[in-house]
Each structure stands twice: as structure tokens, then as C-alpha cells.
């Protein structure tokens, strides 16, 4: 379970790492398309698409390497049981709001889905293509929380990599 859950991450941050790739591209055909006299209609929503993609699909993997930012300075104060009740208190939140967030994520896509919401520029791209990343991405940020979770249930989460909780 280990081996698919670590890969489940780097899957998604590869994914966030090409939708980076994808508006970078986008933004280039943009600049030189202008500079070129040739039209580009609809090329900034997609690379917004993208980049919201992106965005969403390397929230896990950031979570997973103690990327996110953290507010240590309760917690640097606290030592043994209460700090570790703290730390499950804030992950089991975590897990309580991000599991909202991908049901909600999941909600919309289904709900532009079936209205057939299409976006408003030129480009009129069905809403739900572009929102499943979105959808994806918040899952797996669960997935990651409620991993964060158990190992932290199981006395077996590694520290996180915060400066401030070793100048105690």
C-alpha cells in the first residue's frame, strides 16, 4: 500500500510538473503569436486551465514532503502527549476540510457535467474538462491527509521539516 500511495503522489506532482510544462508553452505561443500577427483567441484560458492544474495536482506531493506552510508556534511549546494530541487534532481537521474540498471538487465537475456549462470566452470549453484536474488533484490531497493521519495514529510519521520546531 505504501509503494501506491508514494507513487499516487509522484504521479500527480509529474502531472503538475507538465501542466507547468503546458503554460509555459501556451504563454511562448501567446507572446510569439502576437509578435507574429497571428491570432491566439483562447490560449490564455488555457494556460489558466493549466495552471490551476497544476496548482491542485501538487498540493499532495507537497503536503507529503513537509512542503505546506505550518503555524508551529503552539506546537514547538508542547512536548509528548499533548503535542502529539495536537498534531492529531490538526490532521483529523485536515482531513474533515480537504475531504470537503474533494467532494465539493468532484460535485462541481459533475454539476457543469450535466448542465453542460461551457466557458464564456472564445475558446467554449465544456467546464468540466478542465475542473477534473481540479477534482483529481483535491482526492488525492485527501488520500494524502488521511495517510498523514494514520501514520501519525501509528507513531509513524516522520517530523515534518519545519525550522521552527527545533529552536525550541
Not at 503522489?9 to 507574429?36: D, K, N, Q
Not at 490564455?44 to 505546506?68: N, P, Q, R, V
Request: hydrophobic share 50%; aromatic share 10%.
Amino acid at each position: 500500500m505504501r509503494k501506491f500511495l508514494d507513487g499516487l503522489y509522484t504521479g500527480s506532482s509529474w502531472l503538475a510538473g507538465l501542466g507547468m510544462i503546458g503554460v509555459l508553452l501556451m504563454v511562448s505561443y501567446s507572446i510569439v503569436g502576437r509578435l507574429a500577427g497571428i491570432p491566439v483567441g483562447g490560449i490564455d484560458a488555457y494556460a489558466g486551465y493549466a495552471m490551476a492544474g497544476a496548482g491542485f495536482l501538487a498540493l499532495a506531493s507537497t503536503l507529503k514532503k513537509g512542503e505546506h506552510i505550518r503555524v508551529t508556534l503552539v506546537l514547538g511549546m508542547l512536548q509528548g502527549r499533548a503535542r502529539r494530541a495536537l498534531e492529531l487534532t490538526a490532521l483529523l481537521i485536515a482531513v474533515a476540510l480537504s475531504g470537503f474540498l474533494a467532494l465539493y471538487s468532484a460535485r462541481l465537475v459533475w454539476q457543469s457535467w450535466s448542465f453542460q456549462d461551457i466557458s464564456t470566452g472564445i475558446d467554449a470549453t465544456p467546464m468540466w474538462i478542465p475542473q477534473i484536474s481540479m477534482a483529481v488533484g483535491t482526492l488525492i490531497f485527501f488520500i494524502a491527509f488521511l495517510d498523514e493521519f494514520c501514520l501519525e495514529l501509528l507513531g509513524k510519521r516522520l517530523p515534518p521539516n519545519s525550522e521552527e520546531l527545533h529552536h525550541e
